[in-house]
């Protein structure tokens, strides 16, 4: 999404007129930005390139471009599968891609995008690209190694962004807690975090894709001190048995991951922790699986999501065997989410009565949507007032929680 956005303030700076699928503007050229890193995504990109081919074919259409992770990977498979499709670009052929529409890169519009969500929230990309090794990961093979963008660049970034009305971000990067390595020789996200939390009009900032080996702690230290950095995190476990961590190649323990989450519940306690899990990885047993609904029953995380394991070629896991079927790897992990759920209603009962600062994202059947600061975008629970006075998207209101469900919760406005 930020690489589509960043495209589009190119474009756009070019006099192009451009705008996301769901804008109403009429248009000749299509761009797909493309997910390449598990099959779901692989697919639904493909199907993606054939439906804009086939409003090509019939006319509707002048050109197909391609580019993103997919495009990077299998480019020259795909030419020759889909020669309907103009042109393919990679992850980092911005340059080349705008001299299609003979436009130029411009280096002045740093941090500039024409964004695609709704006008209070944005993305913020701090980095690209990892050097981690995970076994059953591709992202590395798509994204190159690590970059870090400097605290300047993201300081800029993110006040541009407050300028257009954003206030609330999510710090993305492939992978969040190695930021600075490469640039100031030291992990660095806490100093990028005071920088961030000083920029006037921001009220959250949110971290997503925290990797959990060698996490640096200070950085729930500038968490509990900084009222405009969400109590909230992101980390990305994957599994916690020691069989599947050393496979999977996690540079992490068991034990390790058990101390994490203690000590970033003592440095923050109260803090909202968010995480995803693989299901039906190579040479995963029952007692794996046991392990790890243990494991949740146990540290009761508050918001979990869960991939079934995708057999990527060129990671080191691929030469693994596949050896959990299709549908096992899909009843584990729906075995895996019941656990999770019981605790996210347990969880919601907690908040009955209770009064929670919101956001609203939008009005939906006669309804407001909105969200907590232990809430992200899309991906965490929603907060679902009725409310007779009309409540305005992007402001903030106190709401007491009336009801609760597995994963929504639902309230009324209070003064
Ligand atoms: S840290 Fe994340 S992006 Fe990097 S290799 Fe591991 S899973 Fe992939």
Known sequence: MVDSEVL????HANGINVGHESSKLDYNIVVVNTCGFID?????????????????????????????????????????????????????????????????????LLGE?????????????????????????????????????TIEELVSEATKLV??????????????????????????????LKYLS????????RLHYAYPSKFPLDVLDVMRERPNICNY?????????????????????????????????????????????????????REHVEELKSFLEEVRLDRVGI???????????????????????????????????????EKNQDKLGKVFKVIVDKKEAGRYLARTEFDSVEVDNEVIITSKKALKAGEFYNVKITKAFDYDLEGEVVE
């Open 198 to 205: 000083d920029v006037e009009g921001l009220h959250w900032i």
């Open 163 to 192: 300028a257009m009305g954003v206030k609330e971000i999510m710090l993305i990067a492939q992978e969040l807690t190695y930021y600075g390595l490469d640039i100031y020789k030291k992990r660095a996200l806490a100093d990028l």
């Open 8 to 11: 589009s303030g190119q474009l």
């Open 233 to 285: 995190l992101d980390m990305p476990l994957q599994h916690i048995s020691n069989d599947m961590l050393l496979a999977m190649k996690r540079q992490m323990d068991k034990q390790e991951i058990y101390d994490l989450i203690a000590a970033i519940r003592d440095k923050v306690p109260g803090i909202c922790l968010r995480s995803t899990l693989i299901a039906g990885f190579p040479g995963e047993k």
């Open 40 to 108: 779901k995504a692989k697919e639904e990109s493909v199907n993606t390139i054939l439906d804009q081919v086939a409003l090509k074919q019939d006319g509707k259409l002048d050109k197909v471009y391609v580019t993103g992770c997919l495009s990077e990977r299998y480019r020259n498979d795909l030419m020759n599968e889909i020669p309907e499709v103009d042109a393919w670009f990679g992850t980092m052929e911005l340059p080349l891609m705008l001299k299609q529409f003979n436009a130029d890169f411009k280096k002045e």
């Open 307 to 345: 991939f079934t394991y995708s057999h990527e070629e060129n990671t080191s896991a691929h030469e693994l065997i596949d050896d959990v079927p299709a549908d096992e790897k899909e009843a584990r992990a729906q075995e895996i989410m019941e656990v999770q759920q019981e605790i996210s209603l």
């Open 113 to 149: 995008r024409l964004l695609s969500t709704p006008k209070h929230y944005a993305y913020l990309k701090i980095s690209e690209g990892c050097n981690r090794t995970c076994s059953f990961c591709a992202i590395p093979l798509m994204r190159g190694g690590h970059v870090s963008k």
